[in-house]
């Protein structure tokens, strides 16, 4: 006899967080493999909205997988990393045409202003325009303040990173955030510890693998959408079809990066 047995509450279904950065027609080099092109990224919200797919923000899946409460029968997560101008001006239309919600994640120190730390590899969202997104419902989460390797980071500057970043996007929108997403999608039983000390309810990494509520609130898996992103592929991501086998390489990249990072930590004295 198959089924979940009586008395267990069956297990929620995957759900699939895209995982955008630049969007921009001529991105700067070192943001091009992860950015997509406006046209592109028109025409995959047009298919999310076509599957019949609802965008819900960060915060709102974890707070469902928290509570039990109740999601769309379709969720998708549409979230941006770092903060770039791109996403007011092309995605933002285009969301707004669907009735459809995001999470963008900014890198505190990469946006223009005087907490600006420099380092920013293309052309940023202002606070201004920071602002606007969070009106038009945009949940704004946090990505550290200026995006270093968090892992490799010693205590004090670990926990500078997290708090400077929400301390930051609370005194411009008036209100703390309560989702991050860590930089390069690297992090470690401590770094997820100092995020949720920092007072971050959720978090985000990549592992490209769709989300699961056993991964944790702080180990939310996410696909990656680049520009060589084919329409097929676009599409098994939503699905989950083949995800495996599409990510290989990005998969077993990943494992080999974690294993250099905890040796170059054991060697730091860090706690990995």
Known sequence: MSGTPAGTAAAPSPVPILMYHAVASDPAPATLGLSVTPEAFAAQMDEVAARGFTPVTTAALATAWRTGAELPARPVLVTFDDGYEGVHRHALPVLAKHSFVSTVFVTTGWLPGRHATGGALDAM??????????????????????????????????????????????????????????????????????????????????????????????????????????????????????????????RALTKGYALARRARGAVRGHWI
């Open 125 to 250: 969202l202002s606070w201004e325009q920071v602002r606007e997104l969070a009106a038009a419902g945009t949940e704004i989460g946090g990505h550290s303040h200026s995006h270093p390797q968090l892992d490799q980071l010693d205590a004090g500057r670990l926990r500078f990173e997290a708090l400077r970043c929400r301390e930051l996007v609370g005194e411009e929108l008036g209100t703390a955030p309560g989702s991050f997403a860590y930089p390069y999608g690297y992090s470690s039983r401590r770094v997820r510890t100092t995020v949720r000390e920092a007072g971050f309810a959720q978090a985000l990494a990549v592992g490209n693998a769709l989300a699961r509520r056993r991964q944790g609130p702080y180990a939310l898996e996410r696909v990656t959408v680049r520009r060589s992103t084919t329409p097929e592929q676009f599409g098994r991501l939503l699905e989950g079809g083949s995800v495996a086998r599409d990510f290989a390489v990005d």
